[in-house]
């Protein structure tokens, strides 16, 4: 009899523990722990996953030799069906990296994008992913004498609570995590404290030119445009970024800035000559290059039809005066204005 009570509370204790285990915010836990071979911090995790979903699988994996490491995290509810939540892909490889900004930027420099904070070398693309470029001082130089880089795509699906500063947390460690594994040897990212990554979709948040002074943006605040209390600026560009971007339009107030305006375009690497070459109804007709890091770096204006005090010799002097900031900024030489 005793034998029997043993076994029982045994068999008892077992099924228990199994039960505890299959428990959903368990078996979060257990996954949120291993996710991305375990170097996401799991809260951020934790804070990505929606208030009514669980995570039911994750998955990583690569090969160092051809330049690609990836992972993801997919959830679920309890009444519909599992998705993606979370794809971050690094690669070294430099045809997979122009794939990558081949899809960012479709058809132009100014398709949509956003500034990441100044310190991180990237910019927010299409449906809010993360795009992170960075020099691999440990893989040398490619066949071109290139200094050989690792791009980062992290993916954060808009279906869940991604405008937070988990996203960047999370981002940021699988970047620090991919460089290693790939063999990179970049200098470790550290994620900003409390910033969400903004919505390359949301309407652009517009400041006078007092208030962007020094940014990368504030050389407008001395660009000699007419009525200069009239211009109001986006600053869409920091020191660190493969792109970025200045834009300023025409108002009168700060919550009246209109339409009619110029978008000043930064891109650099070599990936970026695409994007001013050729004669499609797309390319921008006023465009300036240098050399940046032994890569091409290519500028470039887009300006609204008409607008007061401002033709197309002002509007290549700005451009010149935009390209030689960032020439200034970044240390490039060769500056080229067209026309």
């Known amino acids: 009899m005793r034998r029997w009570i043993k076994v029982s509370v045994t068999a008892a204790a077992v099924l228990g523990l199994g039960g505890w285990i299959a428990q959903p915010y368990v078996h979060d836990w257990w996954l949120i722990r291993g996710a991305c071979d375990g170097v996401l911090p799991d809260d951020a995790l934790r804070d990505l996953v929606p208030a009514d979903s669980h995570i039911v699988d994750t998955g990583s994996g690569g090969v160092k030799e051809l330049g690609d490491y990836g992972c993801s995290v997919t959830v679920g509810g309890d009444h519909s069906a599992d998705w993606r939540l979370l794809s971050m892909q690094a ?68 279906n869940g609570p991604w405008r937070q500063p988990a996203s960047y947390e999370a981002a940021v460690a699988f970047v620090n995590s991919a460089s290693e594994r790939l063999g990179c040897g970049a200098e470790k990212l550290t994620a900003p404290t409390g910033v ?74 070599d990936w970026s000559d695409r994007l001013i070459a050729g004669d499609d109804s797309e390319r921008p ?55």
């Not at 100014?110 to 993360?130: E, H, S």
């Not at 943006?217 to 211009?231: E, R």
Request: glycine share 10%.
């Open 91 to 158: 690669y070294t490889q430099r045809d997979d990296q122009d794939r990558e900004f081949m899809w960012a930027f479709p058809e132009s420099g100014f398709t949509a994008q956003a500034p990441m904070p100044d310190g991180l070398p990237g910019f927010v693309a299409r449906y809010g992913n993360l795009e992170f470029l960075l020099p691999c001082p440990d893989l040398g130089k490619d066949d071109a004498g290139r200094q050989r880089k690792m791009l980062v795509r992290a993916m954060i699906s808009p």
């Open 196 to 269: 969400s990554p903004a919505n390359p979709e949301d309407e652009p948040k517009t400041v006078s030119f007092a208030a962007a002074r020094d940014t990368a943006c504030g050389w407008l605040a001395k660009a000699g445009l007419p009525n200069p209390s009239h211009w109001y600026l986006t600053a869409a560009l920091n020191d660190t970024a493969p792109t970025g971007r200045c834009a300023v339009s025409i108002g009168d107030e700060l919550s009246d800035a209109g339409e009619q305006g110029m978008d000043f375009g930064a891109w650099f690497g």
């Open 285 to 339: 007709s006023l465009t300036a290059t240098a050399r940046c890091a032994g890569e091409a770096a290519n500028f470039a204006v887009s300006a609204s039809d008409d607008i007061p005090g401002v033709g197309v010799d002002k509007q290549r002097a700005l451009l010149k005066a935009f390209a030689e900031e960032q020439v200034r900024r970044r240390d490039c030489s060769d500056l080229r204005v067209s026309g």
